[in-house]
Nanobody, 124 residues
Framework: QVQLVESGGGLVQAGDSLRLSCVVS????????MGWFRQAPGKEREFVAT????????YYADSVKGRFTISRDNAKNTVYLQMNNLKPEDTAVYYC?????????????????WGQGTQVTVSS
């Protein structure tokens, strides 16, 4: 059983930064592609960023490219999302997701495991 626990959300002002963390249970963390998604009220859950098992490949949604950075520490079974220059439109519940794969994964439906989400609210 793989469990994901996110933390780090909160209420910030536009232009501020936040770092989200997601700790994953299990002994084979490096075999999992990790992703971050977000869901705003009344909207579908959307892709934000993904990182390969080794951390060598990343991919971002256009809306966050240049502002967000995904990274991982395989020794700590943790994936991070550093969010800089936050905007009100970044307000959403952010979800961490995991799946065993050899290539990065962008599609929400291809992720097998999900965390419970952490709220990020950006005021203007």
């Amino acid at each position: 059983q793989v469990q994901l626990v996110e933390s780090g959300g909160g209420l910030v002002q536009a232009g501020d930064s936040l770092r989200l963390s997601c700790v994953v249970s299990g002994r084979t963390f490096s075999l999992y592609v990790m992703g971050w998604f977000r869901q705003a009220p009344g909207k579908e859950r959307e892709f934000v960023a993904t990182i390969s098992g080794s951390g060598g490949r990343t991919y971002y949604a256009d809306s966050v490219k240049g502002r967000f950075t995904i990274s991982r520490d395989n020794a700590k079974n943790t994936v991070y999302l550093q969010m800089n220059n936050l905007k009100p439109e970044d307000t959403a519940v952010y979800y961490c997701a995991a799946t065993r794969a050899s290539v990065i994964v962008i599609s929400r439906g291809d992720y097998a495991y999900w965390g419970q989400g952490t709220q990020v609210t950006v005021s203007s």
